[in-house]
T-cell receptor
Framework: AQRVTQPEKLLSVFKGAPVELKCNYS??????LFWYVQYSRQRLQLLLR??SRESIKGFTADLNKGETSFHLKKPFAQEEDSAMYYC???????????FGTGTRLQVFP | DAGVIQSPRHEVTEMGQEVTLRCKPI?????LFWYRQTMMRGLELLIY????????DSGMPEDRFSAKMPNASFSTLKIQPSEPRDSAVYFC??????????FGSGTRLTVV
């Protein structure tokens, strides 16, 4: 079964601290993994995709097929990073995205 | 490009009333998705269309929910009759092909 697990509902850090938002997935084939961000009362926005291997707003995520993980990392958190972060999976031959339950990141000054 | 447009932004209705949510996808995107967001369950996929055809409606909670896409530029999600437990934010998203969705601003539905 396809599943995305984000074990932490809430992650609180101070400004400047490193951040790691955990995401584990279950999928029998070769998935595409995404991170979406939702700032307070705004629409969800695509943050990054594993295929593009890019860094957006200082965030990176590496797909680890052995551990079936796609953790989101940032070395130095900023207050403006406070938001809900959703990990999502898409399988081959389908447009459907399966989302995790999300992790709320709070960055304190 | 105005992005994915949803209306209304907010809807407050009484239990038992019919509610219709609307979505205009980005032109050229051939897939359209309806999601429901709640605190308890996060984002749940309700239904998605590809080239205006419903592909997967397994997430539609019950017969009170229905969705249509009469053409490539318009979709509706209808709840009839509405119940308080339907209160949530309903998002529409469109995608050209599994390259990441573009979401609308959502409709915040409150059923009292």
């Amino acid at each position: 079964a396809q599943r995305v697990t984000q074990p932490e509902k809430l992650l609180s850090v101070f400004k400047g601290a490193p951040v790691e938002l955990k995401c584990n997935y279950s999928y029998s084939g070769s998935p595409e993994l995404f991170w979406y961000v939702q700032y307070s009362r705004q629409r969800l926005q695509l943050l990054l995709r594993h295929i593009s291997r890019e860094s957006i707003k200082g965030f990176t995520a590496d797909l680890n097929k052995g551990e079936t993980s796609f953790h989101l990392k940032k070395p130095f958190a900023q207050e403006e990073d406070s938001a809900m972060y959703y990990c999502a999976l898409s399988g081959t031959n389908t447009d459907k995205l399966i989302f995790g339950t999300g992790t709320r990141l709070q960055v304190f000054p | 490009d105005a992005g994915v447009i949803q209306s209304p932004r907010h809807e407050v209705t009484e239990m038992g009333q019919e509610v219709t949510l609307r979505c205009k996808p980005i032109s050229g995107h051939n897939s359209l998705f309806w999601y429901r967001q709640t605190m308890m369950r996060g984002l749940e996929l309700l239904i998605y269309f590809n080239n205006n055809v419903p592909i997967d409606d397994s997430g539609m909670p019950e017969d009170r929910f229905s969705a249509k896409m009469p053409n490539a530029s318009f979709s509706t999600l209808k709840i009839q009759p509405s119940e308080p437990r339907d209160s949530a934010v309903y998002f529409c998203a469109s995608s050209p092909r599994s390259v990441g969705y573009t979401f609308g601003s959502g409709t915040r539905l409150t059923v009292v």
